[in-house]
């Protein structure tokens, strides 16, 4: 999927046609040479963070699957489907969440592209966001449920934490550990000192055994 046209060499908008068709991300980078001359330069992106399953699907087919899903979720907040659908789904499912926690008009807007009912819209910016206003990230929770007979496709539940009739109640927060007092620098130095010297004649006393 292309991202945003760059200029390529400050006259086109369009990448070179090879790139395109492998579906490359663009940047522009200038290679000028001193002198003030110099000219633009197009070379692909890495596309790190962006891999997805596939799940067989074309990318309109695997994007509508993704709205229908999310916009069931959100009405039923459990729905069954297989493991690798669930995975995927968790992703939409919690940026979801995460606008309707914002509540603003840009927010309601991009939701609207994604949700098929205005029952699940009203229900995103109003019950969902009510109820975790206090927790951040981590709305969702996927449990492997069986083995689906025919295909033996591995099943799993995806629902909302924190509701009522939930299968699993939701683990309490973990507190951060207590912060310990720093160190005066005088002590600082002598313990790396002190590591230094020790990890040193381990080396020694390793290099005479040999």
Known sequence: MLE???????????????????????????????????????????KHGRTMRKLNRTAEHRWA????????LIKH?????????????RKVADQMV???KEGTLVARRRAVAVLRGDFELHKLFT???ER???????????????????DAAEMAYIEFVDRPNELRPAKPPQTPPLERPPLAPWIKSRMVKHWACGSASSTVTQLGST
């Open 4 to 46: 945003t046209m760059v200029l390529y060499d400050g006259r086109s908008t369009k990448p070179p046609v090879n790139l395109k068709k492998r579906g490359c991300c663009f940047t522009a980078i200038d290679f000028g040479v001193g002198g003030g001359g110099g000219g633009g330069g197009l070379i692909p992106a890495m």
């Open 65 to 72: 699957l993704m709205r229908n899903m999310v916009t069931q």
């Open 77 to 89: 907040e459990r729905i069954e489907t297989t493991l690798p659908k669930a995975k995927e789904l």
């Open 98 to 100: 995460t606008m309707g």
């Open 127 to 129: 019950e969902l966001a």
């Open 132 to 150: 975790y206003k206090d927790r951040a990230g981590g709305y969702t929770r996927v449990l492997r449920t069986r083995i689906r007979q025919g």
